[in-house]
Nanobody
Framework: VQLQASGGGLVQAGGSLRLSCAAS????????VGWFRQAPGKEREFAAG????????FYADSVKGRFTISRDNAKNTVYLQMNSLKPEDTAVYYC??????????????????????WGQGTLVTVSS
């Protein structure tokens, strides 16, 4: 599986962006997916996750209520809709995936080391 993240850009505080994570490979519909972000000088952190079917979603407290993760398995794509953006959301955003583990604890979705495949990242810059 190869992942391609896109949709980043420059936006004013309060604005919106939608990131896309497009995957090659027929097995992506059976993958759990996470979005992570890394701000300058900071460690990579979990933002949002979604299980293979879309039936379970997870969010970091810092983005809950503002970001929505979703997927379209027919298009092999996972989305991250980001609303009410803040300057502190500025970061490179990465999508990651791994073969599904039904019923796995949400803890694992938040761990970067749990994922096997990573996209190249897309830069989101939020100006104040």
């Amino acid at each position: 599986v190869q992942l391609q993240a896109s949709g980043g850009g420059l936006v004013q505080a309060g604005g919106s962006l939608r990131l896309s994570c497009a995957a090659s490979g027929r097995t992506f519909s059976s993958h759990d997916v996470g979005w992570f972000r890394q701000a300058p000088g900071k460690e990579r952190e979990f933002a949002a996750g979604i299980n293979w079917s879309g039936g379970r979603t997870f969010y970091a407290d810092s983005v809950k209520g503002r970001f929505t993760i979703s997927r379209d398995n027919a298009k092999n794509t996972v989305y991250l809709q980001m609303n009410s953006l803040k300057p502190e959301d500025t970061a490179v955003y990465y999508c990651a995936s791994r073969e599904r583990r039904p019923g796995v604890s949400s803890y694992y979705f938040r761990e970067a080391g749990w994922y096997d495949y990573w996209g190249q990242g897309t830069l989101v810059t939020v100006s104040s």
